[in-house]
């Protein structure tokens, strides 16, 4: 399946299509990638989702998380 990804948050790229396996979770989409899901939050449809949920097609994005203390 095809799934669209926008970056935010100082990525080098802005956006992506990949095609994924059904079944595989966001974990192994950002795996894929190289980015490690602990510095970065997944939302689709406007809303976070876990990284243990199962990808499903269409547009998410992927946005980097800054903190500090």
Known sequence: M???????GG???NEEEVE???GKKYSD?????GINPET???VKDGK????DDFVEEGEIV?????SGG
Not at 3 to 8: D, P, S
Not at 62 to 66: D, F, K, P, S
């Open 2 to 8: 095809k799934v669209k990804i926008k970056f935010l």
């Open 11 to 13: 990525f080098d790229k």
């Open 20 to 22: 994924i396996e059904k």
């Open 29 to 33: 989409l950002l795996k894929s990638l």
């Open 40 to 42: 970065v939050v997944v």
């Open 48 to 51: 976070p989702v876990p990284i």
């Open 62 to 66: 992927v946005m980097r998380v800054i």
